[in-house]
T-cell receptor, first 108, second 117 residues
Framework: GQSLEQPSEVTAVEGAIVQINCTYQTSGFYGLSWYQQHDGGAPTFLSYNALDGLEETGRFSSFLSRSDSYGYLLLQELQMKDSASYFCAVKDTDKLIFGTGTRLQVFP | DSGVTQTPKHLITATGQRVTLRCSPRSGDLSVYWYQQSLDQGLQFLIQYYNGEERAKGNILERFSAQQFPDLHSELNLSSLELGDSALYFC????????????????FGPGTRLTVL
């Protein structure tokens, strides 16, 4: 079967750093993506890793270890607007298999 | 605004009925994906079309069907609706084949919230 595991909830304060982990077990693997979704909104793309290592995009970074079937999203200098759900997703040929999501709450 | 449009925004209907959800992808995108998101759940992949042809199928019920038209818009048809079909339905599109992060990004529409009473 295919499964992606993420923590259900993470809390942090403004200005802090938070890491959201994702472990996956899928039949096909063409890369790991991260999406952000605010309540009532559409998912928006944050990052994509096809190869092992760290990808940095502003305050957000994403890491992948294919040998460990593991990745994480690192959010730095947290802001209140970062409060949202974050989904990892494995690319299997063209389709995306999403994790159940991690709800991040940022407190002042 | 992702450039992907979905109509209607909200839909309320009764069990046993049939509804059609519509999606227009971003200009230039050939792939359309449909996802279902139930309350506090992740996104479940339903089906993908590429330039009018079915490309991949996920956990789509037999009561559900989809198609992509020559102008690349897509419709998701849900029939014999059940209470459990109440969910947010998202459509997403992605650019034609290539490489790198931009190729792997999917652009999501605002979704259609379906409520089955």
């Amino acid at each position: 079967g295919q499964s992606l595991e993420q923590p259900s909830e993470v809390t942090a304060v403004e200005g802090a750093i938070v890491q959201i982990n994702c472990t996956y077990q899928t039949s096909g693997f063409y890369g790991l993506s991260w999406y952000q979704q605010h309540d009532g909104g559409a998912p928006t793309f944050l990052s994509y890793n096809a190869l092992d290592g760290l990808e940095e995009t502003g305050r957000f970074s994403s890491f992948l270890s294919r040998s460990d079937s593991y990745g994480y999203l690192l959010l730095q200098e947290l802001q209140m607007k970062d409060s949202a759900s974050y989904f990892c997703a494995v690319k299997d040929t063209d389709k995306l298999i999403f994790g159940t999501g991690t709800r991040l709450q940022v407190f002042p | 605004d992702s450039g992907v449009t979905q109509t209607p925004k909200h839909l309320i209907t009764a069990t046993g009925q049939r509804v059609t959800l519509r999606c227009s992808p971003r200009s230039g995108d050939l792939s359309v994906y449909w996802y279902q998101q139930s309350l506090d759940q992740g996104l479940q992949f339903l089906i993908q079309y590429y330039n009018g042809e079915e490309r991949a199928k996920g956990n789509i019920l037999e009561r559900f069907s989809a198609q992509q038209f020559p102008d690349l818009h897509s419709e998701l048809n849900l029939s014999s609706l059940e209470l459990g079909d109440s969910a947010l339905y998202f459509c997403a599109s992605s650019p034609p084949g290539g490489g790198g992060a931009s190729y792997n990004e999917q652009f999501f529409g605002p979704g259609t919230r379906l409520t089955v009473l």
